[in-house]
C-alpha cells in the first residue's frame, strides 16, 4: 500500500487538526481555511457517558432503518432525533415535510440538483445560481459531473435569464454570515433551496421558523460531529422526495447506520438538558455552552482585528432569538475579513503572516477578502489571534 | 413530518426483513429480490460481545481521519483492517495500490465513472460497458446523472466501437455467480474496473490474488454489514485515485467514522480468528461458518429445484482455494434459475407463487431468468425453499 504525501486539492486541508495536539512554531502554518467543526468538543467531553453508544457485532446489518417510510434507511430514531432538536429550537416548520437523510448536506445538495431538475432530456440544463458571496463548493458541486441537467448560473443577484432556475439560500451565510432571503428578480418562477446549515442558536438568534419547500441541515455545524457525515432536508412535495432517495439509492444505498445510532445519541443528551434539566446552570446546555464559546471568540477576534487596523469585519444587526428569549448579535462560524485601502489581497496578505484562509474570489466576490474558521480548536484559534494582532500595516 | 406508505422503486423492497420475525402467512409474498446481507447475523451474535464497539461523544468529531493519507478521511484503523483482511484472504495484490474508501461500493462506482472519464469536455462520453447478464444497477448509475463524461453502453460481448471505454468486470458475476475475464474484442485500450463484491471464500474458491489497476470490495457482501455502508478500491494509478478523492470530497466529504470503526472492529475480529486461533473449531472462524452456511443453503435450494423440475441452475466449476487449501464448488449470493421449456418469464412465474425475485431483463438477458437473494434471513430462506419445491408445472 503507497502512502501519499502529495497534498490532493481539498478545502479541507488537514494540517491543522493534527496541530492542535502541539504549539505551533513560528515558521507553521495556522490553518484555518477549512472549516471543521472541532470548537465544540470541550462540551461533548464534559458529557463523554452520557453521550457514548455501544454497538453490538449483530446490530443494524441491514440496508433498512424504517421500510414503513419513504427514506427507508432511516432509523426509527434518527427520525426522531431530527424532529425533536428542530421542535426544542423552533428553527424550522417540520409539520406536513418529508426527511431525506443524507452523508451530510453535501450529498443532499447533490440529491437536490437531481431532484429540482428539469426530467425532460430535451430541456436545457437549469441554471443554479447563488447571490456572492456564496458558498465556495456550490459551483463544484454542480460543475464536476457535467451533467445535462443542470448547471451553474452564477451569482444570483445579476441572473437575468427568463428561464427556470434553482436559487440557493445560505442563512445565515457562508462566507459572511448575513441572514438572507432570495434575490433573484425574474418574472419565471424559479426553485428555492435553503441552505440552514448555520441556523442555530450558538451562530445567530432564531428569528422564526422558517418554513420552506425545501431546507437543509447538517449535523456537522449544529453539533460539530463532522466526521459523522449526517445531513437531513425537509422536503414538502413527495415527488421532489422520491426523485431524491432515487439518487440516495444510484449514490450510496443510503446512509451508515452507526452515524445514525451515534447522531441519535448526541440529539437525545443536547435536547434532554433542554427538556429535562431547564433548572440546572446554562452551561450544562448544549446551545448555551456553545453560544458563550462562540461569543468569547468573537470578543477575542474582534480585539486582535482592532489591534492590527488592517482588517475590516461586517457588521450585524441585533436581532430576538425566540429560543434564547433575548435580543442577541451574531457569531457566525467563519470570520468574513476586508482589508483596508492600499491592501488587495486579504489570502496573501495573511499567508505572510503564516495564517492560512480561502480568498474571496474563491466565494465569487473580490480578493480584498478573506474568510477564516472560528471554530477550529482552542489552539489553532489562540494563535490565529495572536498573529493576527501582530500584523502590521506594511 | 409525514410517513410515506407509497412505495419508492428500489430494487431493495423492505418487507422481507419486517417478514423474518414472523411466520410467514400463504398470502404473503417472500422478498428475495434484494441483496439484503444478513444471513450472516448468527454468526455476529455468537461473537456479540467480542466485536461490539463504543464510541464516545467526543470522539472522532473531525472530517479528518489520517492527514498523512491521500485518502484523508480514512481511519489508520480502518486502512489497517482493509490490508489485514486481504492479506489473509489473499484475493487481490495490494502492494503498490492507494486505498479509497466509500460509502459502499456503489459511491466508489460513481466515482470511478468520473475518474476514468477523459477530463477533456470536447471528447465525446466514454462507454461504459458490461458483459450481460450484468449487475441490473450499473445501467442507472451511469445514466440518471445524464453525465456528458460517460454514457452506458450496453453488453461488453456485443461492444465493436474503435473508441475508448470502460468496461466493468464483476467477479463472481452478479447476478450468475461465474467468476469473469474481460470480454471485449476492441483495437482500442479500455480501462477496466474489477468489481469484486463476491470474491470472497464464503461464495468462491479463491483461486488467485488478483492484482488489477482498479478493484472494488464492499463490507456488505463480505462480512453481512450493509448498513455500514463501507466500500474500498485499490487503485493503482495515482491520477486515478486523486481524481476519486476529488469526487467523495463533492459528493459527501468522506465516509463515516463511527462505520470506520465499526467496520475495523468486525474485521480484526476475523482475522484475529485466522491468525491466533487456527487451533479452535473452525465453525469459529468466519468463512468457515459462512462458507458452511452457503453449502447448506445451497443443498436445500438445489433440493427444493430438482423437486420442482419447473427451472435450471446454471453449473460451476469445482477449483482450487488458496485460502481454504482445498477444491471447492462455488456457492453464489444469487442464484439465477432458468425456466424449463413452455415457461417464458421467471419473475411472473414465481411472483405467483409469492415468491418476489428479480427477473433476466433487468440484467441484459432474458426474461427466462431470474434472480433469487441466498443471503436474506433464514425465514425467508426456508421460506423461500418450501415454496419453491411445491412449485408445478401448470
Not at 140 to 156: C, E, K, N, P, Y
Amino acid at each position: 500500500m503507497v502512502v501519499a504525501t502529495t497534498n490532493v486539492s481539498s478545502p479541507f486541508s488537514p494540517n491543522g487538526t493534527k496541530k492542535s495536539l502541539s504549539t505551533f512554531s513560528p515558521n507553521s502554518f495556522v490553518n484555518v481555511e477549512k472549516g471543521d467543526p472541532v470548537a465544540f468538543r470541550s462540551y461533548w467531553e464534559k458529557v463523554s457517558d452520557k453521550s457514548s453508544v455501544e454497538i453490538k457485532g449483530e446490530e443494524f446489518m441491514s440496508y433498512f432503518g424504517d421500510g414503513n417510510n419513504l427514506c427507508w434507511y432511516m432509523l426509527p430514531q434518527m427520525r426522531e432525533a431530527i424532529l425533536r432538536i428542530h421542535n426544542v429550537v423552533g428553527n424550522v416548520v417540520t409539520k406536513d415535510k418529508f426527511i431525506v437523510l443524507g452523508n451530510g448536506s453535501t450529498q443532499l445538495f447533490n440529491a437536490l440538483l437531481y431532484a429540482l431538475s428539469p426530467s425532460d432530456p430535451s430541456d436545457q440544463p437549469i441554471n443554479v445560481v447563488a447571490a456572492a458571496p456564496y458558498y465556495s463548493e456550490y459551483q463544484d458541486v454542480i460543475d464536476h459531473m457535467q451533467s445535462r441537467l443542470f448547471q451553474w448560473g452564477g451569482d444570483a443577484a445579476l441572473y437575468d435569464e427568463n428561464k427556470p432556475y434553482i436559487e440557493v439560500v445560505t442563512s445565515p451565510n457562508n462566507p459572511d454570515g448575513t441572514l438572507r432571503t432570495p434575490v433573484v428578480n425574474s418574472e419565471v418562477e424559479g426553485k428555492l433551496i435553503y441552505d440552514l446549515a448555520y441556523y442555530w442558536p450558538q451562530y445567530t438568534p432564531i428569528t422564526h421558523q422558517i418554513n420552506q419547500d425545501v431546507t437543509l441541515f447538517t449535523l456537522s455545524k449544529c453539533t460539530g460531529h463532522g466526521g459523522s457525515r449526517i445531513g437531513w432536508a425537509f422536503v414538502k412535495d413527495i415527488e421532489v422526495a422520491k426523485k431524491m432517495m432515487r439518487f440516495m439509492h444510484l449514490s450510496s444505498i443510503g446512509v451508515s447506520k452507526e452515524s445514525q445510532i451515534r447522531a441519535a445519541k448526541i440529539i437525545e443528551v443536547i435536547c434532554d438538558g433542554y427538556e429535562n434539566f431547564k433548572s440546572v446552570g446554562s452551561d450544562h446546555l448544549f446551545f448555551n455552552y456553545t453560544k458563550k464559546l462562540m461569543i468569547e471568540r468573537w470578543e477575542k477576534f474582534k480585539g486582535a482585528i482592532e489591534k492590527s487596523k488592517v482588517f475590516t469585519l461586517p457588521k450585524y444587526p441585533t436581532s430576538y432569538c425566540h429560543f434564547n428569549k433575548e435580543f442577541s448579535d451574531q457569531y457566525p462560524a467563519f470570520a468574513w475579513l476586508k482589508c483596508v485601502e492600499g491592501i488587495e489581497n486579504g489570502e496573501s496578505y495573511l499567508e505572510k503572516l503564516k495564517i492560512r484562509t480561502r480568498g474571496g474570489e474563491r466565494f465569487g466576490d473580490d480578493a480584498k477578502y478573506t474568510r477564516l474558521s472560528m471554530i477550529g480548536t482552542d489552539d489553532e484559534f489562540a494563535e490565529m489571534c495572536t498573529r493576527l494582532s501582530n500584523a502590521k500595516r506594511e
